[in-house]
């Protein structure tokens, strides 16, 4: 049982580059969530899939896409990457989307853009 | 909108000293409380959550939280810290509409010296 899982755990682009992060979950969990981890700042919340087959933003979306494959995987896509977009990249799972529901963490994605 | 403010950015005791994490959240409503923690080279994990009744609870390896409701406060403590709790520190809060979204502080980054 792994968990979540994050593909990969370090990338350097140039600005402009685009890429796409992986992140799949092994526990049946129905929601998933994309997160930036910027110094001072704590963690916030780029977009969430609440079920497969939904999205929503949220806090941070812009310059950012996501797919919900299917139940187990969620990618977040920089379409042309930015230096302000230098951050680590968390993905999360939790069994429902409700606001009691503990929610589970991949091991992070240190992204930098030159 | 709703914000978590953990004053202490970087903690240092010793080994055996007491220990106590400010969480001040500043939503009016009901809500839901959690800590999280990461220890070096790990995954985010829950390290406490408060919901409902006793607003004393208590999490893994020892930890406790209290929520004061007049005080808009879930602090962490624990009586006697010990090298393995060094690790990062984040109080997440939640207004309890039902729906997973979850406001992180900034954290706080804790060393215990043996």
């Known amino acids: 049982n792994a968990g979540v899982t994050q593909t990969p755990k370090f990338q350097v682009l140039k600005t402009g580059q685009s890429m796409t992060l992986q992140c799949a979950q092994d526990m049946n969990h129905n929601s998933m969530y994309w997160y930036r981890q910027d110094p001072g700042m704590g963690l916030r919340l780029i977009y969430y899939?609440?079920?497969?087959?939904?999205?929503d933003k949220g806090e941070v979306p812009n310059g950012y896409n996501v797919s919900r494959l299917n139940k187990r995987e969620f990618s977040l896509r920089l379409e042309s990457a930015a230096p302000s977009q230098t951050s680590v990249y968390f993905c999360?799972?939790?069994?429902?989307?409700?606001?009691?529901?503990?929610?589970?963490f991949g091991p992070g994605t240190r992204l930098t853009v030159l | 909108a709703q914000s978590v403010s953990q004053h202490n950015h970087h903690v240092i005791l010793s080994e055996a000293a007491s220990l106590e994490l400010g969480c001040n959240y500043s939503y009016g409503g009901t809500v839901n409380l959690f800590w999280y923690v990461q220890y070096p080279g790990q995954h985010l994990q829950l390290l406490l959550k408060?919901?409902?009744?006793?607003?004393l609870v208590k999490g893994i390896k020892g930890f406790e939280a209290e929520f004061i409701k007049s005080k808009f406060s879930f602090n962490l403590r624990k009586p006697s810290v010990q090298w393995s709790d060094t690790a990062e520190y984040f109080c997440a809060v939640n207004e309890d509409t039902g729906f997973q979204k979850l406001v992180f502080g900034t954290g706080t980054r804790l060393l215990v010296s043996p």
């Open positions: 899939s609440a079920s497969e087959g939904t999205t």
């Open positions: 408060y919901f409902s009744g006793d607003p």
């Open positions: 999360a799972s939790s069994e429902l989307r409700l606001s009691t529901d503990t929610q589970y």
